[in-house]
């Protein structure tokens, strides 16, 4: 056997591969784990996220100092976020304004802050709490072999990691996913999306402060424009694909889904897929056809800062399909969008942190074995694959796509996620890691 150079490999330094190592080190001493990401660096980029209570839940259970830190850094959705059809009349609130009622209940019944938080600032809070070199950039894994004692990884340029096990937190693409399930790409959910993120400007039409929030309504189209803390603000645009084609822009998932298995970032998020000034083109033409109220801010924003990506999913029913078989193989599991890719409905990250609050939960509990593994992957699938049914549900209503695809009603949903209780870690690394969260530098990037 070689010698074994990591207790637990990571692909993916996302949110949920940061997540999990910090976990790890929360749940054992001295355990060995590395993350591999196959950026060079992180960059500013990635929409605002929405922190719900279930994710926050997730990460107190993980450490409740570093959720205290993050709960002082997301932001409160202000009253009055008003939605506009393509006339620029009145379509009533946006669905933000749900998010504060719920806030505002979630604070009074648990005293958890939730709310928004950009994907940047989430990776720089998770990145800052790790052990200094426990993340290897520039390492895009290419491909593994597993047996009975081990796993070895392979990264082109990079000499081979013999690690115990291997958690996959490598997007939504995931080339890990592949070589252990082989169940093929997500699948399309004919919807195409551009996004933006950029510093507040005053000719946007959105008053300045964190939490402002503008919808867009059009026919099986909608945006959304948000400001965060820091005087950024995030606009986000989702439109069906028969919508994109009537404005002659043609989206070839079955292209993009190969080409990004094949190569590069299978990150939704710090996407390279489409950026710049094609990407700006085409979503100028599609605004025009169908959110024309959103002209002069998309040809106001700098080409470069715009994103365009098709949305993917594993549907809810596909995901509990899984119960018996799980979806990892041996020393490797999933977690995250590699396991279950959703509608950016707002549930995505936060199950990505329940992944990790329970894997962890199960390893401590279970030893870093094989049946851990297994028994994590029983535990979450009837869970996520339930949240996933209904965040399908949610994404398609918002378009007008479905009325009858309600699944359980928004009140037996919001019970559903926050009575939900992750068992918090015992920590045996006592709060080594968190002096580097008090002071959320971020100088070494
Ligand atoms: C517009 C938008 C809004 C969203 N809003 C919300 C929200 O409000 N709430 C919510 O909960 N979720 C939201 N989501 C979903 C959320 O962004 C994802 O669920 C979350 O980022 C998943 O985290 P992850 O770490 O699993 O994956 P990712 O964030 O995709 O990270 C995967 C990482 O793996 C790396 N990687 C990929 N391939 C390799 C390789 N071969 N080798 C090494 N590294 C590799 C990538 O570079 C990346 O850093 C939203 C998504 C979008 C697009």
């Not at 001493?29 to 605002?48: L, N, T, W």
């Not at 939605?83 to 648990?110: E, H, I, L, S, W």
């Not at 867009?216 to 424009?225: D, K, S, T, V």
């Not at 999933?334 to 396991?339: C, E, F, K, T, V």
Request: charged residues 20%.
């Amino acid at each position: 056997m070689p010698d074994l150079q990591l207790d637990v490999a990571i692909v993916g330094g996302g949110p949920a591969g940061l997540a999990c190592a910090y976990a790890l080190t929360r749940a054992f001493k001295d355990i060995k784990v590395q993350v591999f990401e196959r950026a060079k660096s992180y960059r500013e980029c990635g929409a605002g996220i929405s922190l719900d209570i279930n994710g926050l839940k997730s990460l107190q259970a993980i450490d409740p100092i570093l959720c205290e830190d993050f709960q002082r850094s997301v932001c409160t959705i202000q009253a009055g976020g008003r939605m506009t059809d393509k006339q620029g009349n009145d379509q009533g609130r946006t669905q933000a304004q749900g998010m504060r009622t719920n806030a505002q209940r979630y604070m009074d019944d648990y005293g958890i802050k939730t709310g928004l938080i950009g994907w940047y600032e989430i990776i720089q809070k998770l990145y800052s709490a790790l052990p200094d070199g426990t993340v290897q950039f520039d390492h895009a894994f290419s491909s593994f072999s597993q047996d009975a004692d081990s796993v070895c990884l392979q990264f082109p340029n990079h000499p081979d990691v013999h690690t115990r096990f291997l958690i996959a937190a490598d997007g939504y693409f995931s080339p890990i996913r592949q070589e252990v399930l082989a169940d093929g790409p997500p699948q399309f959910a004919e919807t195409v999306m551009w996004r933006a993120r950029f510093p507040w400007r005053e000719d946007l039409g959105m008053p300045q402060g964190p939490g402002q929030v503008r919808g867009f309504r059009g026919e099986q189209a909608m945006g959304l424009m948000y400001s965060m803390p820091d005087d950024v603000v995030v606009w986000a645009l989702s439109v069906q694909a028969e919508r994109c084609s009537e404005a002659g822009v043609e989206y070839d998932a079955a292209e993009q889904s190969k080409s990004r298995s094949r190569r590069e970032s299978s990150s939704v998020q710090n996407t390279s897929e489409g950026q710049g000034r094609h990407a700006a083109e085409r979503c100028m033409q599609v605004v025009r056809h169908c959110l024309p109220q959103l002209e002069s801010i998309v040809q106001g924003t700098d080409a470069s800062a715009i994103v365009e990506h098709g949305l993917f999913i594993r549907p809810g029913e596909a995901v509990a399909a899984q119960q018996e078989s799980g979806w990892g193989k041996g020393r490797v599991t999933l977690i995250g969008d590699a396991a279950h890719p959703m509608r950016p409905t707002g549930q995505g990250l936060n199950t990505s942190f329940e992944d990790v609050a329970v894997l962890a939960s199960h390893l401590q509990d279970g030893g870093l074995t094989e049946q851990s593994l297994r028994s994590f992957e029983k535990e979450r699938i009837p869970r996520v694959s339930a949240i996933a049914i209904q965040e399908q549900a949610r994404g398609l209503t918002s378009y007008g796509l479905s009325e009858a695809a309600k699944v359980m009603s928004d009140s037996e949903y919001e019970q559903f996620k926050s009575t939900w209780q992750p068992r918090p870690l015992r920590p045996q690394q006592a709060l080594a890691a968190v002096p580097a969260v008090a002071s959320a530098g971020f100088q070494d990037l």
